[in-house]
């Protein structure tokens, strides 16, 4: 079998696909009718789903942070004080957003002296 993992769809097309199942109909279509639901099911989860305003405040706050970040490692105090509207959040606050930057991969940790500091990413492409 390939390296595909054993969704509830998949799992229905292939009883789907057998012959003894093929031959009774009232049990065909209950199959297909929970496959439909499956496939609902997943399209709604995955599908592309609207912001939060606090996602979408986030998202500023995040590009704000990127503006003030250079290749040299900073501490969020350090940012917080050369921005005056970075200076409005907690240090928390920024603290989370920064992770999640990282997790991007725009923006490096480094720890200095038992300090979190963060450098911006630089793309050499």
Not at 5 to 27: D, F, G, H, I, P
Not at 63 to 86: D, G, H
Request: hydrophobic fraction near 35%; aromatic fraction near 2%; avoid cysteine.
């Amino acid at each position: 079998m390939n390296n595909k993992k054993l969704t509830n769809v998949l799992a229905l097309e292939m009883v789907l696909a057998m012959e003894e199942v093929k031959s009774n109909q009232e049990l065909v279509e209950k199959l297909t009718k929970m496959k439909e639901q499956f496939e609902k099911k997943n399209n709604s989860s995955t599908g592309s789903k609207k912001l939060t305003k606090t996602q979408i405040e986030n998202e500023e706050i995040k590009a704000q942070i990127l503006e003030v970040m250079t290749s040299e490692p900073k501490a969020i105090k350090e940012l917080q004080a050369e921005n005056e509207s970075l200076a409005e959040y907690t240090n928390q606050k920024l603290s989370a957003l920064l992770k999640q930057l990282v997790g991007e991969n725009k923006v490096e940790r480094v720890e200095e002296k038992r300090v979190a500091k963060f450098k911006k990413v630089v793309d050499n492409q």
